[in-house]
């Protein structure tokens, strides 16, 4: 097939991006071209302002090199923009008199600071702050002038008087309103924002307006409409941007502020697409980075005919990129009519943080001096969180809900050799590397390079604040409804939905109903499908084996030589002479290489190979023992402690109670791994508060807590209800169990599915519902009569051997 | 020189599976694909040699069972940005018999190695 010519107008980062996209999505379709008005490669615009500020060199801010374009095959014509487009013809001419033919035709001009009118603007040392040339002219007015003006205290403008002030010009800030960045800030932070900055040199002029740039053969001085004047040998006007529409315009594509796009990224020419600061879609253009990225998604999917996907518009947050001062806004910050505003100031630590509430909703934040928790409030405001089971801790941060504390907000002072990720031993001179060298922009780029934060998570924090301070804030803003893996665009909920209400029964069945994009889905989904399909339709689904992570279909957990450990069922963590006697006789009769005591009060058999698994099953079973289960997404162990039959403290029978609650759900299936455990007093010994379903004994009932986990994150549990009998005990657990197997997204545990859906929704049918806890603890038993099968005896028996037996050629 | 050996039957392997086969001391994994395409590796991840042989296989690819590195049936090569091959070998079927291409000296000095 002769490819396709698609040619790229504006050689910038949102239309960069598109071709980067296409490129891995389709690399094969296009020849094509990219016409660029800056004599550059596509650099990062949005650290200009770290290389004003001295911080970075022009070289670091580079996103492809020439041999980058030459690798692709894609012919770069920078220094010569486009200055007609021949829609008719499909052709474009640049400046210099090329002209390029075009299938497919994408418009990523961007857009030019606004010049305002005034007297005198046309002056050499009057500029913008927009590009390369830009800064070079600042640099070059550093070394010979003093004094220089920024007109426009918005984020751009303040950005450019901070480096301005470093290269050790006299910098004064003129701003039309009284309150800084008006934008992002409301009056209380813009208070602290500016008084920051007079401490670091800055003069601000506010209310001003300019009447004038006065000067002769170059600017001289500004002056305002109340007369005044200040003297400037260089005047940098930041007051905002227009999208830049003159080309677009004079080929009769249809523009109103911006090129108009739909939510494909087309312009009203099919053959056209836009996208960038040069667009408008849905009424909104956009300056800041991360829609622009979405947008280029979006459009890159679309040129490579996969024809999925499409932009929605974007909430944005903003931080200022001025080294030592923490500032972070989002959403709307203003509060309006029936808002609620919670509100955090400590005038001496200089922090002030402000959430804007409606009902129990975030709409907007704005954070001042500690922003290390704004990432956690724009992903609370993007997904619409309900915020009432912890809003009294809100303010304070995520550590105070949950987080143990892995966080440390002071990376950027660490070594390079100081470790960021401990679970795959990554340093931060590691991460900061990749980023640069590999062009990484995203977390999940970083997690796929370097493996940091890709294991427990608990870094991430830290990764991502790497990124930020490596590449500029933002770009990472996940869209609000996450895909199940990268072989959908469905969500887990969507996807949950559908397989019930279509009573699909298979695997191959999910895949075809929703059109997945790989042929037999992927080691993330597949587990996950089959996991959804048997708690929609126990009894009736097909369940893959395939399908299963290795541990569940060996019944034993992988050890990293690629044996299995083997851990036999003991309820309730109570065990006998003979029992043990049995374990033991195992022990010796397959050499088991090494024994140990689980957490679970468990007995736990390393070393053995998967050909013995059948035959040491075998003998565990004989001897009355039935799958520990430690190595399934499902339910694990019930700890207990002793309890009244022998502690002086006990004041109800929690052993017994544990074994029943371990006779009712063992060998349920579940999202992820699932713990229980009885304390017999609220001394709880056996560490009730940190399992996903513990119940602390007191003198009167049981005390239910859910949530719990002491993992990656400890987290303490939520306390549900408290009862009075054992029956109901039982029933509450079937039900709450029940609840979290049918809306826990696979591969998530009870804490993390307690925080999404609330804990006053899991109340609401497990406590005060009657007749929905009923349901639930109904269809939670009607599930277990298929689960309750001990698999060890079912393989014992010769199922499925030949799983277990290997292929031997002599 | 390659020599044929013939070391299973086409249903010996479960679809999207693996069986694993030892020729002298070295193990292979053989592996059956949805569509019913056989491709061999030696039975050891490029990364910390993690059994490929117990991954779940979708599409012509594995994914180790130990830290989900993702391996091309065909190439056996690690799925970018990890870098690492694992070593195949050429598979045929001929009626429902499963012939692999394997030197004998290979086998026995990858058993050493």
Not at chain 1, 27 to 32: F, G, N, R, T, V
Not at chain 1, 304 to 327: C, F, N, P, Q, R
Not at chain 2, 69 to 81: F, T
């Amino acid at each position: 097939m002769k490819k396709q010519k698609l040619i790229l107008i504006g050689n910038g980062m949102a239309g960069m991006r598109a071709v980067e996209e296409l490129l891995k999505a389709e690399p094969l379709l296009y020849d094509i071209t990219v016409f660029g008005a800056e004599p550059h490669v596509n650099y990062n615009r949005i650290m200009l302002s770290s290389v004003l500020a001295g911080e970075k060199a022009f070289d670091d801010i580079l996103l492809n090199t020439h041999d980058w374009y030459e690798d692709n095959q894609i012919e770069l014509l920078c220094g010569d923009p486009v200055v007609n487009i021949d829609r008719v013809k499909c052709q474009v001419t640049s400046r210099n008199g090329l002209v390029r033919d075009y299938d497919r035709l994408l418009v990523a001009t961007g857009s030019r600071p606004f010049m305002i009118p005034l007297p005198g603007v046309d002056l050499p040392g009057v500029i913008g702050f927009r590009d390369k040339a830009d800064i070079d002219s600042m640099f070059v007015a550093a070394k010979n002038y003093r004094s220089a003006v920024v007109i426009g205290g918005g984020l751009l403008g303040l950005e450019a008087a901070n480096g301005l002030s470093k290269k050790g010009m006299n910098v004064t800030v003129v701003h039309l309103l009284d309150n800084l960045m008006e934008r992002q800030l409301d009056p209380p932070s813009a208070e602290l924002l500016k008084a920051s900055l007079e401490e670091r040199g800055l003069a601000f002029k506010m209310q001003a307006q300019t009447a004038a740039i006065i000067g002769d053969q170059r600017v001289e001085a500004v002056s305002f409409a109340d007369g005044s004047e200040i003297a400037a040998d260089l005047v940098v006007m930041a007051v905002g941007i227009r999208p830049d529409i003159e080309l677009a315009q004079s080929a009769g594509i249809y523009c109103e502020r911006g090129i108009v796009v739909n939510d494909n990224m087309q312009t009203y020419d099919p053959r056209i697409y836009a996208v960038g600061e040069c667009v408008q879609h849905r009424g909104q253009c956009y300056g800041l980075v991360a829609p622009l990225f979405e947008q280029a998604k979006v459009c890159a999917n679309h040129l490579a005919l996969h024809g999925v996907g499409s932009y929605m518009g974007s909430v944005t947050s903003t931080k200022l990129k001025v080294t030592g001062i923490d500032l972070f806004s989002a959403g709307d910050f203003n509060e309006g009519e029936g808002d609620e505003t919670l509100i955090l100031q400590d005038p001496a630590l200089g922090i002030y943080k402000k959430l804007v509430i409606r009902d129990n909703i975030i709409k907007g934040a704005v954070m001042y001096g500690d922003t290390m928790d704004g990432s956690w409030y724009f992903q609370l405001l993007r997904e619409g969180t309900d915020i009432r089971d912890f809003r009294s801790n809100l303010l304070f941060g995520q550590h105070d809900i949950g987080d143990a504390g892995h966080g440390d907000s002071q990376v950027l002072l660490l070594d390079d050799s100081a470790e960021v990720c401990g679970c795959n031993g990554v340093c931060k001179g590691e991460i900061i590397d990749a980023i640069s060298k590999k062009g990484l922009f995203t977390l999940d780029e970083v997690r796929a390079h370097t493996k940091a934060s890709s294991s427990c998570g608990s870094c991430t924090g830290l990764v991502e604040a790497l990124l930020a301070s490596t590449v500029g804030e933002g770009y990472d803003a996940a869209p609000s409804k996450k895909a199940l893996c990268a072989c959908t665009d469905f969500s887990h909920d969507e996807v949950i939905q559908t397989i019930k209400k279509q009573s699909l029964l298979t695997i191959p069945a999910v895949l075809e109903y929703l059109n997945w994009k790989t042929v037999d889905g992927c080691a993330s989904c597949r587990p996950a499908l089959n996991y959804y399909l048997l708690v929609s339709a126990p009894g009736e689904y097909i369940d893959d084996a395939q399908s299963r992570f290795i541990n569940e279909r060996a019944h034993g957990n992988i050890q990293k030589d690629g044996s299995y450990s083997v851990v036999p069922r003991m309820f309730g963590g109570l065990c006998n002479a003979s029992e043990l006697r049995a374990i033991a006789d195992v022990s010796d009769k397959f050499n088991i290489p090494e024994m140990k005591v689980t957490g679970g009060q468990r007995i736990d058999l390393f070393g053995i190979q998967k050909e013995q698994l059948p035959a040491v099953w075998k003998d565990l079973t004989d001897a009355g023992f039935v799958s520990g289960h430690a190595y399934a997404k499902g339910m694990r162990t019930v700890k207990t402690c002793v309890g009244k039959n022998w502690c002086r403290f006990g004041t109800q029978d929690s052993t017994g109670l544990g074994v029943k609650l371990e006779e009712l759900t063992w060998g349920s299936w579940m999202p992820h791994k699932f713990k229980l455990a009885v304390s017999g007093c609220p001394r709880n010994c056996a560490e009730a508060t940190i399992k996903d379903f513990g119940v602390v004994c007191v003198d009167s009932g049981y005390e239910l807590h859910v949530g719990g986990n002491g993992g990656i994150k400890v987290r303490v549990t939520d306390l549900l209800c408290k009862v009075e009998t054992e029956a109901e005990v039982l029933e509450y657990c079937a039900a709450f169990i029940q609840k979290y197997r049918e809306q826990g997204h696979y591969l998530e545990r009870t804490a993390p599915w307690v925080e999404r859906v609330g804990l006053s929704h899991i109340k609401q049918a497990v406590v005060e519902n009657a007749e929905e806890r009923k349901a639930l603890s109904e269809r939670f038993k009607y599930s277990q009569q298929f689960a309750q099968v001990d698999p060890w005896k079912q393989h014992a028996d010769g199922v499925g051997a030949r799983e277990f037996a290997s292929i031997r050629v002599a | 020189m390659n020599e044929w050996l013939a070391i299973a039957r086409a249903n010996d392997v479960p679809r999207k599976g693996a069986r694993v086969v030892h020729i002298e001391q070295m193990k292979i994994a053989l592996f059956r694909t949805g569509d019913d395409q056989y491709f061999a590796l030696k039975d050891s991840c490029p990364h910390q040699q993690g059994p490929l042989s117990q991954g779940i296989v979708h599409g012509k690819t594995v994914t180790c069972p130990l830290h989900n590195w993702k391996v091309d049936l065909e190439s056996g090569e690690a799925q970018a940005p990890d870098q690492g091959c694992s070593r195949g070998f050429p598979v045929k079927l001929e009626g429902d018999q499963i012939f692999i291409a394997i030197p004998i000296s290979v086998a026995s000095v990858e058993a050493v190695a």
